[in-house]
């Protein structure tokens, strides 16, 4: 059975970095979309970014120009880089991906992994 795990979370200061890893593992036949996820508490799980198998992406308006979303096919693994992280950045930040398998098309998520940033 294929499975995503995050790697990465931590606490910083605001105005610092993090770097987000999300490897998928298992027999995977095709990996398609990858994306973040996040979800602070008491808010409902939202879109940070998503990398299409080519590569393209697209972002959340309150990322743009301050996380970039990347993906290495060859190792199955998707990053996030984070920069000038603010408070509203605190969540839990989950992977995504639509992985083939034996069973078909599986939407898959990772276990999550927190990001915490102090002001």
């Known amino acids: 059975q294929v499975q995503l795990v995050e790697s990465g979370g931590g606490l910083v200061q605001a105005g610092g970095s993090l770097a987000l890893s999300c490897r998928a593992s298992?027999?995977?036949?095709?990996?398609?979309?990858m994306g973040w996820y996040r979800q602070a508490p008491g808010k409902q799980r939202e879109l940070v970014a998503t990398?299409?198998?080519?590569?393209?992406?697209d972002y959340a308006d309150s990322v743009k120009g301050r996380f970039t979303v990347s993906r290495d096919n060859a190792k199955t693994t998707a990053y996030l880089q984070m920069n000038s992280l603010g408070p509203e950045d605190t969540a839990a930040y989950y992977c995504?991906?639509?992985?083939?398998?034996?069973?078909?098309?599986?939407?898959?998520w990772g276990q999550g992994t927190q990001v915490t940033v102090s002001s």
């Open positions: 995504n991906a639509w992985i083939r398998d034996s069973r078909g098309l599986v939407d898959t």
């Open positions: 298992g027999r995977i036949l095709s990996l398609y979309n």
């Open positions: 990398i299409g198998s080519e590569g393209s992406t």
